[in-house]
């Protein structure tokens, strides 16, 4: 588990998108690889995360462009850390 850790450190703009029961689509795992093959970027995954009966798939980016080009293409949402603490300890979003 290591190494999905080690990427949300370093690649710091991390997409999380929503997948079914069965996990990633086998059409939409091959665009997505499709996706960072065409920008020459090997794929980072992040860790999968359950939270309120759905997973998600963490992938991570150094650039916060191609972050939300990914979110362009495939949906999903930035997750931003900060964010979530601040909420969670009642500060502004």
Known sequence: MA???????????IVELPVGEKGLDVGLGRRIIDFHKSRHIKPRHG?????ERETY???CFSDLAMARAFIEQFGGSLYEPNRSRAMRRGGLP
């Open 3 to 13: 190494q999905p850790v080690t990427n949300e450190r370093k690649y710091p703009h």
């Open 47 to 51: 860790r999968i995360i359950l939270r």
């Open 57 to 59: 798939y963490r992938w």
